[in-house]
């Protein structure tokens, strides 16, 4: 018998786990716990997106570059270019094997899959750059990739006035990235971003959990719209409300590159120091 419920609720709460709806719930969740500490007025982090998280690896295995709910993946194919990228679920050393080697990893089952302490599962996005621009392309510069993350729904992640940062747990290849903000705005086509670029991961630390925290307070992230920083500058010094968050690959130079996202969290990052981190306890 069809069961249009059923069918609403499966959409909603997909059985293999992930949705946009857990998503947007656990934070929503997450913040609750935090307002109900009145002792501290700034509060600890929470996060966005984990991939040890089951539901958050589900959506990352379904990346797409058009299904809703999941990682988008795109490239200057659309335009007539050569570049071309691909991101894997890495959850387990075997996984990483297999994708070191050019192979998909293991399918998703369970949660338990991923219960190692030596190693920490991550997104891994590889590809490669070619900046030519192809004969019947009518742009005059071509040569990016670009992954985004699934929308937060309900006009964004609502950060403003409770967060000043955020925190990617990241590692590379030493090139330089943009980390793509799209916030809660009345304006189409605005994108805040900002310039992700740390020291190349050594090959020995590819297979443990070493990961570089990288922060960025939502202040030094430059207001855009379709490509070009506006001249008047919208400045995110209070937060924002996040819609989804992207990487683009565009610096310029042909050739291979690979990065790999272990988690994003919001953060209060004042002097130095992640308000709430140290109390392992109790982060408030």
């Not at 719930?25 to 501290?40: G, I, M, P, V, Y």
């Not at 998703?108 to 920490?120: C, L, N, Q, Y």
Request: glycine fraction near 8%.
């Amino acid at each position: 018998t069809f069961n249009v419920s059923t069918m609403v609720w499966q959409r909603i709460f997909p059985s293999a786990g992930g949705g946009t709806m857990r998503r947007y719930l656990r934070l929503q969740k997450a913040l609750w716990n935090k307002s109900l500490d009145t002792e501290h007025l700034v509060k600890g982090p929470v996060t966005l997106f984990d991939f040890a998280d089951h539901n958050d690896a589900v959506d990352a295995a379904t990346v797409s570059a058009i299904k809703e709910g999941s990682w988008r993946i795109s490239d200057d194919e659309v335009i007539g270019g050569f570049s071309r990228s691909k991101m894997s679920m890495v959850r387990t050393k075997n996984d990483l094997e297999l994708v070191e080697k050019g192979d998909n990893p293991e399918p998703i089952v369970d949660a338990k899959e991923v219960e190692d302490d030596d190693f920490a599962p991550f997104i891994r996005w590889k590809g490669s750059i070619d900046t030519r621009i192809g004969e019947s392309s009518a742009v005059h510069r071509s040569g990016f990739c670009a992954i985004q993350s699934p929308l937060y729904p309900f006009s964004g992640a609502k950060l403003a006035g409770k967060y000043n940062a955020l925190e990617f747990k990241c590692r590379s290849d030493g090139r330089q990235y943009l980390i793509n903000l799209r916030v809660s705005t009345m304006f189409p086509g605005d994108l805040y971003q900002a310039v992700l670029a740390i020291p190349a991961t050594t090959s020995e630390s590819k297979n443990d959990t070493k990961f570089s925290k990288v922060i960025f307070p939502f202040k030094k992230f430059q207001h855009t719209s379709h490509g070009r920083i506006r001249v008047i500058q919208r400045e995110l010094d209070g937060g924002a409300d996040v819609e989804t968050v992207g990487f683009t690959m565009m610096d310029g130079t042909d050739g291979d590159f690979e990065f790999d996202l272990a988690s994003i969290r919001a953060v209060n990052y004042y002097d130095g120091d992640i308000m709430g981190e140290d109390d392992a306890l109790a982060p408030y």
